[in-house]
């Protein structure tokens, strides 16, 4: 199945080539290439990137960091296909996966397959200042899950975006934004999905999921999306400030980090329950200075996953508190200098599980911006009974 795929994948890549070979091809960054139909109806950017990295793991034993273990990895390697249909109102993006990080987690669930489709929707503008999405992507929670893994500051997100983000789903999202005032811009998303994660095919397992965020930018808009993508790249000229809050309600949630983490099984098939999850985050940038701060919260109506006798199943939501701060200065070299903080607290009466704290200094070089660059950085993580150290260097290639 595998196999197969991938070279409908390979050859249909190839043919699209072959479209393009009268075409000429865009500046470095800007996709492979551009596909326009004769009578203009349609549009397609064919890009692809790559991130190659690697990470070494010290163990604290006796106060004495030995042991290092490496990893060398692909970690994401991507196709992604955008462009408008019929009308540039009617916009898609189709982004693949395909390295092992990309498309882990099959199951019984995803139909045993690999999970290759990471977007695949469709964007209608369908008024002034509103847009209809439908299909699979990012849902609207937490600022960092939503900046794209090629335009992170660090190697890759924080803790708190591993424990409480609710990534992708199926459903349909409605977009719209106002002016306050001259300068100052609202935006406003709600979007219904199927709540159990991407690529499901089973259905719907338990209730659907509601979510809806609202963004103030009282200084106007940054530049080029700057507000959701990681450092002052564009060195903004004046002060820019955004604030967000995000609300997610999963109704009989049946996986233990509402549409992520691990089913809930019991005797009688799943275990059902509501969890809210509420995220709070800003994003500051002047003068090649940058600030991102984000607030997460997890709680369950009941927590604690039961059969259907009332007894324990063993399993239990991960309910609890993150935080995450994290600042950066970027030189007019292009090198720049980040530090983060994040702290993981989760319920322990409930989870069982100690506080984490991870302290991480990064250094990046942009040598095309986020296109073309390479970062490393060093972590301390202290996660109460046990602590390591963490080094990490990537090396990032959009075309």
Known sequence: MKIKLSLTLLMMSLSLLGLAQETQAPKFGKGLFNLVGKDSSWTMKVAARMQFLTVVDWDNQDGKYIDPQSEFTVRRARLKFDGFAYSPKLEYKLELGLSNDDI??????????????????????????????FGQTKLPGNRERVISSGN????????????????????????HHFNLTDSFIVKEIFALSQGEG??????????????????????????????????????????????????????????????QGSYMTNDIGFYETNINTLFIDAMFKYNGFSFMGEYANRDSKDPYAKNSDGSLTGSE??????????????????????GRYTNIAYDKTITGRDVENQYTLGVSKYIVGHKLKVQSDISYLDFGSNDKLMYRLQFDIHF
Do not use: C
């Open 104 to 133: 882990s987690g099959a199951s019984v669930y995803t139909g045993n397959a690999p999970r290759y489709i990471l977007d695949a929707v469709v964007k209608w503008h369908f008024a002034k200042n509103l847009e209809l999405w």
């Open 152 to 175: 992170m500051q660090f190697v890759d997100r924080s803790l708190l975006n591993s424990r409480f983000n609710i990534d992708r789903d199926i459903g349909f999202q409605l977009r």
């Open 198 to 259: 991407r690529n499901i095919t089973t259905g719907n397992l338990g209730g659907h999921q509601y979510t809806t965020r609202v963004e103030l930018l009282p200084f106007g808009d940054f530049e080029s999306d700057g507000d959701y993508s990681g450092g002052d790249l564009k060195r903004e000229e004046t002060p820019k400030l955004a604030l967000g809050v995000s609300y997610d309600y999963n109704n009989n949630a049946v996986k233990n980090r509402s549409n």
């Open 317 to 338: 939501v991960q309910v609890g508190n993150g935080l995450n701060l994290q600042a950066g200065y970027l030189f007019k070299t292009n090198w720049e200098l980040a």
